[in-house]
Nanobody
Framework: QVQLMESGGGLVQPGGSLTLSCTAS????????IHWYRQAPEKQRELVGL???????TLVDAVKGRFTISRNNAKNTVILRMNRLKPEDTAVYYC??????????WGQGTQVTVSS
């Protein structure tokens, strides 16, 4: 079972940027889809976006135009680049390989706090 580890979270001011990484313990080259989720305090976990093994991405409306997802199969890494961050982006961010894509696998999450 592949293991996932997120990194790159932290405290950033509104309007700032952060780059999150999701590193897998095994090759992701043949993993069809990898998701990014987030969970804000006292809220349900929600999908942020996903990337296919061909590099196509889908992002939810709340982050579209501000966030991008990319993957580096050679480094077994998926990147979530977050720009123009807002306080409502504050959450724990998780990467996920869904069951239909060979998982399920979840990372431990990384905290993102957007505050002045």
């Amino acid at each position: 079972q592949v293991q996932l580890m997120e990194s790159g979270g932290g405290l950033v001011q509104p309007g700032g940027s952060l780059t999150l990484s999701c590193t897998a313990s095994a090759s992701i080259m043949d993993v069809p889809v990898i998701h990014w989720y987030r969970q804000a305090p006292e809220k349900q976990r929600e999908l942020v976006g996903l990337i296919s093994n061909l590099g196509s991405t889908t992002l939810v409306d709340a982050v579209k135009g501000r966030f991008t997802i990319s993957r580096n199969n050679a480094k077994n890494t998926v990147i979530l680049r977050m720009n123009r961050l807002k306080p409502e982006d504050t959450a724990v961010y998780y990467c996920n390989i869904p069951a239909y894509s060979g998982g399920p696998a979840w990372g431990q999450g990384t905290q993102v706090t957007v505050s002045s």
